[in-house]
């Protein structure tokens, strides 16, 4: 079983939608969303959301 300390918080996006939850990644690289077994679409896949800072063309000035 794993510690607290091994699981990490994190989102994750379903593969089938791309719903986005609230999830814990175990150390094995499981994904489990929180409050629920799967999907609101029924898919039970999930990946990890890139939520690092990334600049998008919104915020180029091509001025």
Known sequence: ???RD???R???ACTACDSVYAARQWPDGEIKIIGQEGCSCGSAD???VDDSLEESDENVDTG
Do not use: Q
């Open 46 to 48: 999930f990946e990890l």
């Open 6 to 8: 091994d699981v990490t």
């Open 10 to 12: 994190a989102l994750a």
């Open 1 to 3: 079983m794993a510690h």
